[in-house]
């Protein structure tokens, strides 16, 4: 089995067990230990992995860090484990602390689900204030994977490592910078456009004025993006099934169904939602003429919601424990996600359904 898939393995037994998880060593035993097994080294093997590793802290001897992995009997990476609903934020001092101490070039902070990974790029043997990897266990994407594959034992190199981690990390600090532009844009970032394309001077009435356009542009160029990937995506599947052969008793009721843009970019929003919760490759749709249903398992008796996108106004129909339906007016898009709790309850009820069966 590979990294990818061992993950997910983990990620689906944090999701199930996590409010079974009452304290901090639990949390080590059930997530972070798995996790460090992932990796490639063997946690009961104290020339690999020392749990509660001791690091004397100027006059504090006997001081502890959670584990610590050695290379050649030399500590190469430190782990600090917090219980896994606790806000990592507050504990980074600790880790620091540890790190300051030691020789290990590299620091983890985590509480089972979060992944913190620091390095000493600014300053020799001090550890950076921001991490150059953080990752979700629960959302972990292909690219991070890649990264943790670098820390894999097999794999593990500190120089290359380190190469990579300056690049990550000015990498993730720009992703933020542009996040918090385009969903808060600052005063600066929306004179730089209105100055190339209002020919007056720039008074504050009209940099408000013009916060507004940005934003909403913004907003609009990326659902244009996703529209044209979305055409093109379904252009293509269409030249594939133009080459197969289709029933003539159904060839008139197909005819009638288009599964619109809108419809998709809709199905991709609940999938983002419901994937908290179960695989996404299980989450799929059917387009009726009527509306557009979205399934768990792709089962008819599963629906999770129904969108009806082709009238005057956008609906999102929602089935409870008795399947009856209850359809709840959106205007943007992103109002779906007003409605994650509902939609991710009625996975959970499917699941719990077949648990029971």
Same mark, same amino acid.
């Given at each position: 089995?590979?990294?990818?898939?061992?993950?997910?393995?983990?990620?689906?037994?944090?999701?199930?067990?996590?409010?079974?998880?009452?304290?901090?060593?639990?949390?080590?035993? %059930?997530? $972070?230990?798995?996790?460090?097994?992932?990796?490639?080294?063997?946690?009961? =093997?104290?020339?690999?992995?020392? #749990?509660?590793?001791? *690091?004397? +802290?100027?006059?504090?001897?006997?001081?502890?860090?959670?584990?610590?992995?050695?290379?050649?009997?030399? #500590?190469?990476?430190?782990?600090?484990?917090?219980?896994? =609903?606790?806000? @990592?934020?507050?504990?980074?001092?600790?880790?620091?602390?540890?790190?300051?101490?030691?020789?290990?070039?590299?620091?983890?902070?985590?509480?089972?689900?979060?992944?913190?990974?620091?390095?000493?790029?600014?300053?020799?043997?001090?550890?950076?204030?921001?991490?150059?990897?953080?990752?979700?266990?629960?959302?972990?994407?292909?690219?991070?994977?890649?990264?943790?594959?670098?820390?894999?034992?097999?794999?593990?190199?500190?120089?290359?490592?380190?190469?990579?981690? *300056?690049?990550?990390?000015?990498? =993730?600090?720009?992703?933020?910078?542009?996040?918090?532009?385009?969903?808060?844009?600052?005063?600066?970032? $929306?004179?730089?456009?209105?100055?190339?394309?209002?020919?007056?001077?720039?008074?504050?009435?009209?940099?408000?004025?013009?916060?507004?356009?940005?934003?909403?542009?913004?907003?609009?160029?990326?659902?244009?993006? +996703?529209?044209?990937?979305?055409?093109?995506? @379904?252009?293509?599947?269409?030249?594939? =099934? %133009?080459?197969? #052969? $289709? #029933?003539?008793?159904?060839?008139?009721?197909?005819?009638?169904?288009?599964?619109?843009?809108?419809?998709?970019?809709?199905?991709?929003?609940?999938?983002? +939602? @419901?994937?908290?919760?179960?695989?996404?490759?299980?989450?799929?749709?059917?387009? %009726?003429?009527?509306?557009?249903?979205?399934? @768990?398992?792709?089962?008819?008796?599963?629906?999770?919601?129904?969108?009806?996108?082709?009238?005057?106004?956008?609906?999102?129909?929602?089935?409870?424990?008795?399947?009856?339906?209850?359809?709840?007016?959106?205007?943007?898009?992103?109002?779906?996600?007003?409605?994650?709790?509902?939609?991710?309850?009625?996975?959970?009820?499917?699941?719990?359904?077949?648990?029971?069966?």
């Amino acid at each position: 089995m590979d990294l990818k898939d061992t993950l997910k393995q983990l990620s689906d037994r944090v999701l199930k067990l996590k409010e079974q998880i009452h304290t901090e060593e639990a949390t080590k035993t %059930a997530f $972070v230990m798995p996790f460090i097994q992932a990796l490639g080294y063997d946690v009961f =093997n104290p020339l690999e992995v020392v #749990p509660e590793f001791i *690091s004397d +802290i100027g006059t504090k001897k006997g001081e502890k860090i959670d584990y610590a992995i050695l290379k050649d009997t030399i #500590p190469t990476i430190l782990i600090e484990c917090k219980h896994w =609903n606790q806000n @990592l934020d507050v504990h980074d001092g600790q880790l620091l602390r540890y790190f300051h101490v030691s020789r290990a070039r590299f620091g983890i902070l985590t509480n089972g689900i979060l992944y913190r990974f620091y390095t000493d790029l600014a300053e020799p043997n001090k550890m950076d204030e921001k991490p150059f990897l953080e990752f979700n266990l629960a959302d972990l994407r292909d690219n991070q994977i890649e990264e943790l594959k670098k820390f894999h034992k097999s794999y593990f190199d500190v120089d290359n490592i380190i190469t990579t981690a *300056s690049e990550l990390k000015y990498t =993730n600090e720009l992703k933020n910078l542009i996040n918090n532009e385009f969903t808060t844009p600052s005063e600066n970032f $929306v004179k730089h456009f209105a100055r190339q394309v209002y020919p007056g001077m720039i008074t504050q009435k009209v940099l408000d004025q013009f916060t507004n356009l940005t934003r909403r542009s913004i907003s609009h160029y990326i659902s244009d993006l +996703i529209t044209e990937r979305l055409k093109s995506a @379904l252009s293509k599947e269409s030249e594939n =099934n %133009a080459a197969e #052969p $289709v #029933p003539a008793e159904v060839s008139e009721s197909i005819s009638k169904i288009v599964t619109t843009a809108e419809e998709l970019e809709c199905f991709l929003i609940v999938k983002s +939602i @419901l994937r908290q919760r179960v695989e996404v490759s299980r989450i799929a749709y059917r387009d %009726a003429q009527s509306y557009f249903s979205i399934l @768990l398992d792709d089962n008819n008796r599963k629906t999770i919601c129904r969108l009806y996108l082709n009238g005057t106004k956008k609906q999102l129909g929602i089935f409870d424990e008795q399947k009856k339906e209850t359809k709840f007016e959106f205007l943007s898009l992103d109002d779906l996600f007003t409605y994650s709790d509902q939609l991710v309850a009625a996975i959970d009820f499917y699941e719990k359904v077949k648990e029971t069966v």
